[in-house]
């Protein structure tokens, strides 16, 4: 056991412990309160805490891995990617949500094209992509305990899941905002910390690039034993991932008004280049000089802290490891939760006091967050190809739907279900056939997704009850009233 | 709103660079992705990888820009509709 390093955790712990049960009460106030915070939030905490959720165990683990196997552009690219995608975020959805007054993006589904299905399905798809998403989160704390702290995997991941649960589900949207504060901040000071120490041990960054390419000829090179599609599918895979996955979206409800949104992305996107350009060329390149021969890629970040930390230090950047795993875990639990109390049970039970839907809210998020560890107690393999699978879902079902919805008067009923489905299950398709090299399943679901929604929405004719009037309240930039206020 | 008397809406102007900007990085992987010997190089790194690296710091400055530029932009629409609407209660 390392005792200064797990003192330094335990202090972590706590602190996020506190938040979540000094928010319990607010949180508790009422439903806006629990899952969008009051729409408080100013833009330099909502940045940092969409930067914390924007950030996964993949990418302080996953992705430096991948730039270590693959080549560093393979790193950069998912830096490029999802950096260019918080930017689409900011221009397309953040203000028009922000002005839309909801919840969730299955109740933005509901009010635009009506029926109980375009709130079921998109709260079924977050449902089942997060549930995914958390389990590689859960292992990543778990490889880590192990490794850097001598503690066994199984009592780390129960630990790291029950603590996360609890700060969620007893602080709402309120916890998860003011935790990921910390968090975020954490885990953008870890690569970079990590890299930079690196590089004044070797002797300055110039000597650290040197020595990697003596490693490794082709570290800085793009890597030509890829297909072209890997790169560019991945690429468009994170931008509309990005732009329109709830967990991050959700961060647009949360702001004061539709300027601190926009306001938001741009301090996301001053600390996003920390960990995914310099911290990634530098860490990786340390990865190769100190261990040219890793077998396992995923824990070049874990054996470099061990290395070139002193212990308190480790202790924090495993902190900042730890971060970024709970942050993401906890704003999809979040969403799972919204999309499970406020969505699917908003369906069944539409007249529920406000009291028993936030009740049923923290019971969904302790019964998910208890499913999701034990599922990470026996995980699979590669964190960032697991990533790569739900990213890419989650863009084939949400990003055009999404845009087309908030964009096109158009765009009804049966062709945003038709495109939601049909992108879902095209890529889940081409993603088990093995027929398109990896990561470019993208290239064929999105353009299904397209032909669906437009060709669909173009041959029926919209449901009596669907709101396009919705297209013109949400970029109503005259109006200080949101949809959602005006609806109730 | 009327997009031709105010310019250019900046939500199509930015989303336009955006576009061009993923264009440079799939035209830059098609022309120098191919093999290891004839990548275009910048210092230690190939064309694409340093693309990539100062991607994100482009991206940063051109969302500032699009902040102010829709402050203003909406700014002149509301002056805009505030104007017509005067124009209408007094005719």
Redesign the interface.
């Known amino acids: 056991m390392k005792v200064v390093e797990i003192s330094t955790i335990l202090v972590y712990m706590v602190a996020v412990l506190a938040i979540g049960i000094g928010y319990s009460r607010i949180a508790s106030r009422s439903t806006t309160d629990y899952w969008v915070a009051n729409r408080s939030i100013g833009p330099f905490v909502n940045g940092v805490a969409l930067e914390a959720a924007n950030s996964s165990a993949a990418a302080l683990l996953g992705f430096v891995g991948l730039g270590y196997s693959m ?3 393979m790193a ?2 998912t ?2 990617g999802s ?2 995608g918080l ?2 975020a ?3 959805t953040a ?1 028009p949500l922000r002005r839309s007054g909801y919840y969730t993006i299955p109740e933005f589904f509901a009010a635009r094209f009506s029926g109980k299905l375009t709130r079921l399905v998109p709260a079924i798809l977050v449902i089942i992509w997060y549930w995914a998403y958390i389990i590689p989160q859960m292992n990543g704390a778990g490889l880590v305990a192990e490794h850097l702290l001598n503690i066994n995997y199984v009592a780390a991941v129960l630990v790291a899941g029950l603590v996360m649960v609890f700060y969620v589900s007893v602080g709402g949207m309120w916890s998860v905002t003011w935790t990921e504060l910390i968090q975020g901040l954490l885990l953008s000071l870890t690569i970079v910390t990590v890299g930079t120490l690196a590089a004044v041990k070797i002797g300055g960054i110039g000597i650290l ?2 020595k990697a ?1 003596e490693a490794r000829p ?1 570290i ?5 034993k ?1 297909s ?1 599609l890997t ?2 599918g991945f ?2 895979a994170l ?1 509309c991932f990005c732009t329109s996955t709830p967990h991050i979206i959700m961060r647009c409800f949360t702001a004061k008004d539709s ?1 601190t949104a ?2 938001s ?2 301090v996301t ?2 600390l ?2 920390m960990t ?2 310099i911290g990634y ?1 530098l860490t990786v390149s340390a990865a190769w000089v100190f261990f040219p021969n890793l077998e396992k890629a995923d824990m070049a970040t874990i054996l470099l802290v061990d290395k070139l930390m002193p212990p308190v230090f480790a202790g924090i950047l495993f902190g900042g490891i730890l971060s970024a795993v709970m942050s993401t875990a906890g704003s999809m639990l979040i969403s799972i939760g919204a999309a499970i109390a406020h969505d699917v049970y908003g369906v069944i039970k539409p007249d529920a006091p406000e009291k028993v839907r936030l009740n049923t809210g923290k019971a969904v998020i302790w019964i998910v967050g208890i499913l999701a560890t034990l599922a990470a107690i026996k995980p699979p393999h590669v964190i960032g190809v697991l990533v790569g699978l739900v990213l890419g879902g989650i863009a084939a079902s949400f990003f055009l739907p999404l845009i087309l919805g908030m964009y096109w008067k158009r765009c009804n009923y049966y062709g945003v279900n038709a495109g939601m489905i049909g992108g879902a299950v095209t890529y889940i398709i081409m993603y088990f056939s093995k027929a398109l090299p990896k990561f470019a399943e993208i290239l064929v679901a999105l353009p299904v997704a397209l032909v669906l929604i437009v060709g669909v929405s173009l041959l029926t004719k919209p449901l009596p009850t669907e709101n396009p009037e919705l297209v013109d309240k949400i970029h109503d ?2 109006s200080n009233v949101s949809a959602g206020e005006l609806a109730g | ?1 009327s997009d031709k008397k105010q310019g250019i809406s ?2 199509w102007g ?2 336009g660079i ?1 576009a061009i ?2 264009l440079i ?2 035209i830059l ?2 022309i ?5 010997q004839n ?1 275009i190089m910048v210092g ?3 064309v ?2 340093f693309y ?6 482009i ?2 400055i ?3 820009v ?2 102010y530029w ?2 203003s932009w ?1 700014a002149s ?2 002056q805009k ?1 505030e104007h017509e609407t005067k124009r209408g209660v007094q005719a």
């Open positions: 080549g560093l552009s950069l690219l830096g490029m950096g260019m930017f689409m900011q221009i397309l203000a690039m040197q390419v082709d800085y090179l793009a890597n030509p890829l072209p790169y560019i690429y468009i931008v300027n926009r306001a992305m741009i996107l001053f996003h280049p995914y350009t060329l930039i005259t | 709103m900046p939500i930015m989303t955006a900007l993923g990085h799939i992987v098609i120098n992705a191919r093999d290891l990548q230690k790194m190939s694409v990888t990539l690296f100062i991607n994100p710091y991206v940063w051109l969302s500032i699009y902040y829709t402050k909406e629409a509301r509709i």
